[in-house]
């Protein structure tokens, strides 16, 4: 055994106090487990200097380490010919151990401390512990569990035991500190001291543990909040996929329809027209017909015979169809397709005035009542919250054209022949976004020449020259003008400071109601910002141009 014990420390490493593995050995000849070596050293990186765990030899630089295969072969070895780890009772304190204490009897390799004297102020292991359980004067120390640093517990000035506390200092002291310099203190002993605070510590457990209920009930409160979250929201989507199976349904039935009547009307006016036709092409028979003998009886080379016959030629009779007929050329159900397009449109409109109310309903479902998020610092910021703008042809004043996919919009001096339609701007030359905009927002704009950026309510009215049309003047719009370095709400106008670049970044959160507008350059400049409570969804919207600054134009940048 004991031989078997002397193989296993010659071949195990002085820091994890293991056999070896991956040996190797640096310079001054000691062997480590690779691992633990270089794990200490990595924590000696930032000294610069590296040492011997063991004889403290130091090494600049830091040695190469490489594998000892021999001594890893020997190791090998002696695992096959049963070197096994020691007995529980008997292991050995080691550095993997979270909390270990070791016996500091121990000479060499110590072993674990399983108790520590309070009142020798040392720690035991079983071996070496036997004394204060079987000598009557040790029977009466104080044992505690294993504990680190006991020497504490001795008085650095007296080097007697610290076995006093005083309240005033709040610390640890000696008798003689207690009679000496703490004399005037209010000192307590130190096992009085510790009922008081166990008394508070006790206080502040029920504290935690009603902290730990409180806590549980909130936490069985939630989860029943995620299941009544989960059950109506698959609720929801169940009934709202049922709907619009529905709602499909009907489009496809009246689709239907209409594709049945179209036919029918097809097969019937086909068939008025071949009856027509057919009735046609029988004159156009009799009439070949009567052709054919009046051409024989204008050969006829007797006069007499040609005036006897000529009064008994039948009169010609006008056709019965040919002047009723009225064809319509190019106009036959182009109108069918006109008023479907028609309905289409319709039905855009009410699926998109439909989904914004449906998206702020959903964005609304807030259980939680959380802290607003704070408003980015940086553009790279802005951008997780980028939304792709594209402006509206139907709200376009006739004075603007747009291209780049409907993202820029550019002044014209001349008007453009644009239909009727309830959503234009009958007199400003203004335009809006078809997107509606709910919870975080953001976006830049390129301009040049008259531009004013804005953010509105879609029930804004858009005919006459009103300011209630006007971006700004009212209560249901906020414009920044960029060349003027104004912003306007409600008809009140506030300078701003500028200048404005010619790219502005638009931020909005809608939940908090915050609105700001950046100049964006090399950085982002505030240029104004609102806080205030929006009621509606909002739409994005420019101003531009007149006739003192033809060719002004507004791009909505498309997000990275």
């Known amino acids: 055994m004991e031989q078997n014990q002397l193989d296993r420390e010659t071949f195990s490493c002085s820091i994890c106090l293991d056999l070896l593995k991956d040996p190797v050995a640096i310079p001054c000849g000691h062997s480590y487990c690779m691992k633990c070596i270089k794990t200490q050293w990595d924590e000696e990186d930032q000294k610069g200097i590296h040492s011997c765990p063991q004889c403290r030899e130091t ?23 049963g070197l096994q780890a020691a007995p529980a009772d008997h292991r050995y304190a080691g550095p993997e151990d979270v909390a270990y204490v070791a016996c500091d009897f121990c000479t060499g390799r110590k072993l674990k401390a399983i108790k520590s004297c309070l009142v020798c102020l040392v720690s035991y292991c079983k071996n070496h512990l036997q004394p204060h359980l079987d000598v009557p004067g040790m029977k009466k120390h104080k044992l505690v569990e294993p504990t680190k640093n006991l020497q504490e517990n001795i008085c650095s000035d007296h080097d007697e ?41 006790q206080v502040r457990r029920q504290q935690i543990q009603q902290g730990i209920q409180d806590r549980e009930e909130d936490v069985k409160l939630l989860q ?49 027209v071949k009856d027509v036709q057919k009735k046609l092409q ?65 039905v855009q409109d009410v699926l998109r005035d439909s989904w914004t109310n449906i998206s702020l309903m959903v964005t609304e479902v807030d259980v939680l009542l959380s802290e607003p998020q704070p408003e980015p610092k940086s553009r790279a910021g802005f951008l997780k919250y980028s939304c792709e703008i594209t402006l509206d042809p139907n709200t376009a004043n006739t004075r603007l054209i747009l291209s780049e996919e409907n993202r820029k919009v550019t002044w014209m001096k001349d008007c453009q022949s644009y239909s009727s339609h309830p959503d234009r701007f009958t007199n400003w030359s203004q335009v ?3 997107e509606s905009l709910t919870g975080r927002c953001y976006w830049e704009v390129e301009w040049s020449g008259f531009v004013s950026v804005s953010v509105t309510y879609k029930n804004i009215s858009r005919a006459g020259s009103g300011i209630e049309c006007f971006f700004g003047c009212n209560d249901k719009s906020w414009a920044l003008n960029c060349n003027g370095s104004r912003f306007g709400h ?27 507008f950046y100049s964006v350059s090399e950085t982002m400049t505030l240029l104004h910002r609102v806080q205030t409570t929006f009621t509606q969804p909002l739409l994005a919207g420019v101003r531009i141009g007149n006739i003192f600054a033809p060719g002004s134009s507004a791009e909505f940048i498309k997000p990275n």
């Not at 009679?179 to 130190?190: G, I, K, L, M, R």
């Not at 006069?303 to 039948?314: A, E, K, M, R, V």
């Open 59 to 81: 090494f600049t630089p830091r040695p190469v380490l490489k594998k000892n295969t021999m001594l890893a072969a020997l190791v090998e070895q002696m695992k096959k010919t």
């Open 161 to 201: 035991v610290m076995k006093m506390f005083c309240r005033t200092d709040q610390k640890c002291i000696c008798y003689l500190c207690s009679v000496d310099e703490h004399n005037s203190h209010e000192t307590v002993t130190a096992a009085k001291e510790r009922t008081e605070k166990q008394k508070e510590l």
């Open 224 to 272: 029943q909040e995620v299941e009544a979250i989960n059950h109506s929201a698959d609720k929801t989507v169940e009934d709202s996929e049922e709907i619009f199976t529905k709602l499909i349904r009907l489009l496809q039935k009246r689709s239907s329809d209409v594709k049945q009547q179209i036919r029918s009307q097809q097969e019937t006016e086909v068939s008025r």
């Open 282 to 346: 029988q004159e156009i028979t009799e009439l070949k017909r009567k052709d054919a003998e009046l051409e024989q009886l204008s050969h006829t080379e007797d006069h007499n015979q040609f005036l006897h016959q000529y009064p008994s030629l039948p009169a010609l009779r006008e056709s019965t169809h040919s002047s009723s007929i009225n064809i319509r050329p190019l106009r036959h159900f182009e109108d069918v397709t006109a008023a479907v397009s028609e309905l289409r449109d319709k």
């Open 432 to 434: 809006l976004s078809r």
């Open 490 to 516: 409600n008809n009140i106008w506030t300078s701003i400071s500028g200048p404005v670049s010619s790219r502005l970044g638009v931020y909005l959160d809608h939940t908090a109601g915050l609105l700001s």
